[in-house]
Nanobody
Framework: VQLQASGGGLVQAGGSLRLSCAASGDTFASYAIAWFRRAPGKEREFVGVISWSGDSAYYADSAKGRFTISVDNAKNTASLQMNSLKPEDTAVYYC?????????????????WGQGTLVTVSS
């Protein structure tokens, strides 16, 4: 299984950015796909997770109301739409897949990880 994250970049506070994560190498119906992030000098943090069917999603408090995760089953791609971005959202964002667990905020539950994409929010 491979995950390829993309879409990071530099954005001003209040702006929006959309990250994508392309999955390959398996059929993903029984998976959940999540986004985590690691800010400079901080531990990796859960952002949100969605079932591969797209029926259920769960977000960290810091993401609720601003971030939305979606899945395009036909393209085996998940997206993280980030609105109203804040400087504290600056981090490397990772997508990850877990099979058979729901919902999990623990990075230990995730079997496969993308390489990360950097999001920088300027004030």
């Amino acid at each position: 299984v491979q995950l390829q994250a993309s879409g990071g970049g530099l954005v001003q506070a209040g702006g929006s950015l959309r990250l994508s994560c392309a999955a390959s190498g398996d059929t993903f119906a029984s998976y959940a796909i999540a986004w985590f992030r690691r800010a400079p000098g901080k531990e990796r943090e859960f952002v949100g997770v969605i079932s591969w069917s797209g029926d259920s999603a769960y977000y960290a408090d810091s993401a609720k109301g601003r971030f939305t995760i979606s899945v395009d089953n036909a393209k085996n791609t998940a997206s993280l739409q980030m609105n109203s971005l804040k400087p504290e959202d600056t981090a490397v964002y990772y997508c990850a897949l877990a099979r058979g667990v729901w919902p999990s905020k623990s990075s230990n539950e995730y079997n496969y990880w993308g390489q990360g994409t950097l999001v920088t929010v300027s004030s």
